[in-house]
């Protein structure tokens, strides 16, 4: 009787990896991808304001005199959405290492979908800021969206190369096995510093030219196929 279980529990094992084995060859694996340009609605401005004290009480003052100087302007952009950054105050010394007064910087970050406008904004604020740098990208809620149209694309995209690689293989049919679909985009683009526009804010400067630019949104779909014979 114990043989017949036995042999009985071999039997099941055994046909239990005739039904896998099939996965264990003709398996073909594969990407594709669908990638779309989208314009950017998304605009990052850092602006920024030195300056030099003998006594550090009133610089720190005068920094924050500035920045406050700047969220009163931002308070007239409802739809500009404006942050208090780095404030930092350190002593400076001369060549013989002997501290001659203090060093002050304090940053203020405005993100934006209006370009206009946060132009308009950045032109008046230059008055007591100067611009240290601006970004732009996509947003989070315009990427999801993007992505989730891009995943049809990219399934499409992946089918059409299974059914190539089962013509050219002359097998009769073909079944996936896994599948991985993966949202991404290529590298940010790097932030623009605004030297010009800096040396612009010792005068009476205009407000900035700001053009968006693209950026680019792509959806992979990986994964393994089995050809059918």
């Not at 979908?113 to 008055?127: N, P, V």
């Amino acid at each position: 009787m114990r043989h017949l279980t036995i042999a009985a529990l071999c039997g099941l094992v055994l046909a239990g990896l005739a039904q896998a084995e099939p996965l264990n060859y003709n398996v073909v694996n594969l990407q594709a991808e669908a990638r779309r340009e989208v314009p950017n609605d998304l605009m990052a401005v850092t602006m920024f304001t030195e300056q030099n004290d003998g006594d550090a009480s009133r610089l720190s003052a005068n920094l924050n005199k500035a920045l406050t100087a700047a969220k009163v302007m931002a308070d007239a952009y409802p739809k500009i959405k404006f942050y208090s950054g780095e404030n930092q105050t350190y002593p400076v010394y001369d060549n013989k290492n002997r501290a001659t007064g203090w060093r002050g910087r304090a940053e203020a970050r405005l993100e934006c979908r209006d370009f206009k406008q946060c132009a308009e904004l950045i032109g008046k604020m230059q008055s007591v800021l100067q611009i240290g740098q601006w970004t732009f990208s996509i947003s989070p809620e315009r990427r999801r969206d993007v992505e989730n149209e891009l995943i049809g694309d990219a399934l499409q995209a992946f089918n059409q190369r299974a059914e190539i690689v089962r013509a050219s293989l002359k097998a009769k049919s073909v079944k996936v096995v896994n599948l991985n679909v993966n949202g991404g985009g290529g590298e940010p683009p790097p932030p623009v510093y605004a030297k010009r526009a800096m040396a612009m804010a010792m005068e009476a400067a205009p407000a900035p030219v700001a053009e968006g630019g693209t950026g680019a949104i792509t959806v992979t779909v990986s994964g393994s196929v089995q050809l059918v014979e």
